[in-house]
């Protein structure tokens, strides 16, 4: 396993990846990223190919937690979230933000509750690592916070992937038969979580499994 993670690593592309990126670069991708971050560079199970993307597509962890890894593409726009061999206890966010001597990141401007953060919202104290920015970036406020105010978890709102009444691609495997259909949530879901959707083609409802952001695949006998 080590060999052949040393050997990915070496392939990993540095460029743009026009025709998409096959599982093993993947995997090399995000252990790259991971081993960037001081974290054991312990890739993911087999993985899926990746959609084009003109850039190389960005790591993060997701919610701060390498546990998941969340590869992102600005053109076309993409997200995926995939789960990785990182031990639980790699959580900088959490790790971080959960006591107050250590460095974390606060807002620059007064938000009110329900607000959207946004990157230019956070300044980082000295110490913390550049990661809190994408793991606060795009999440909601639970509550209103002042200016240079640290921000919590417990602040947050949940980072659902699949929200109730937001639309999800459906995705329907059998063999080597693959469907997709537009589908409509109707729950709220994180990655993993078993919810109910709406298939719009259909209008059956359906389970499905969260495999990323506003995403669900219906697998063998679930129904």
Do not use: F
């Not at 025709?19 to 991708?29: D, I, K, R, T, V």
């Not at 919590?152 to 995705?171: I, K, M, N």
């Not at 083609?201 to 006998?221: D, F, H, K, L, Y």
């Amino acid at each position: 396993m080590r060999a052949l993670l040393i050997l990915s690593l070496c392939a990993l592309p540095a460029a743009a990846a026009p025709q998409g990126l096959s599982g093993p670069e993947a995997a090399a991708l995000i252990a790259a990223a991971m081993a960037k971050a001081g974290v054991a560079a312990e890739p993911p199970a087999s993985l899926r190919p990746l959609p084009p993307c003109t850039h190389p597509p960005r790591v993060t962890p997701l919610q701060g937690n390498w546990t998941t890894a969340e590869l992102t593409c600005d053109a076309p726009r993409w997200k995926r979230a995939l789960r990785t061999r990182a031990p639980v206890r790699h959580d900088p966010s959490a790790a971080t933000a959960e006591t107050a001597h250590g460095p974390t990141a606060a807002l620059r401007r007064p938000l009110a509750k329900g607000a959207t953060i946004a990157r230019a919202d956070l300044a980082l104290h000295e110490g913390a690592p550049p990661a809190l920015l994408d793991a606060y970036a795009g999440r909601k406020l639970r509550v209103a916070l002042a200016p240079g105010q640290q921000i919590l978890p417990r602040h947050l709102e949940p980072d659902w992937l699949v929200s109730r009444g937001g639309p999800v691609a459906l995705r329907v495997a059998v063999g080597a038969i693959e469907v997709l259909a537009p589908g409509e949530a109707l729950s709220d879901g994180a990655l993993g979580d078993l919810v109910e959707i709406r298939n719009l083609s259909s209008g059956a409802t359906v389970r499905a499994t969260v495999t990323a952001r506003n995403m669900a695949e219906v697998r063998p006998n679930m129904r």
